[in-house]
């Protein structure tokens, strides 16, 4: 009975914090709150969970994560704009930040 029981806690531990994510995405607990090509000098981030785009990837109009460099005309695709979006030298999924989560609290 204790191991159903620790089965049972442990699948829906798993159930409950497993996400999945859409393709270029990434499951992480605080991201951007903006990461569309439009929006290619957002600071804002907010926690909580989510799917955000992985590095070097922001949302098309479709709400897919595209290449920067793939971004309609306007939108960011050089090393300077792609440099910024990086967290303390270490890739974050969905850039458009810049401090992290922990300072934000």
């Not at 926690?47 to 971004?71: E, N, T």
């Not at 704009?81 to 303390?88: A, F, M, T």
């Not at 890739?91 to 609290?105: L, T, Y």
């Amino acid at each position: 009975m204790r191991s159903y029981l620790a089965l049972t806690v442990v699948l829906f531990t798993l159930g409950v914090w497993s996400q999945d994510c859409g393709v270029n995405e990434v499951a992480h607990d605080c991201g951007p709150v903006c990461e569309s090509c439009a929006d290619s000098n957002c600071e804002a981030i907010r926690c909580g969970g989510g799917c955000w785009c992985q590095s070097g990837h922001l949302r098309d109009s479709a709400g897919a994560c595209i290449p920067m460099d793939q971004c309609p005309s306007g939108g960011v695709s050089d090393d300077e704009q792609l440099e910024s979006r990086e967290w303390r030298g270490v890739n974050v999924p969905g850039s458009c930040w810049r401090n992290s989560c922990a300072e934000k609290k």
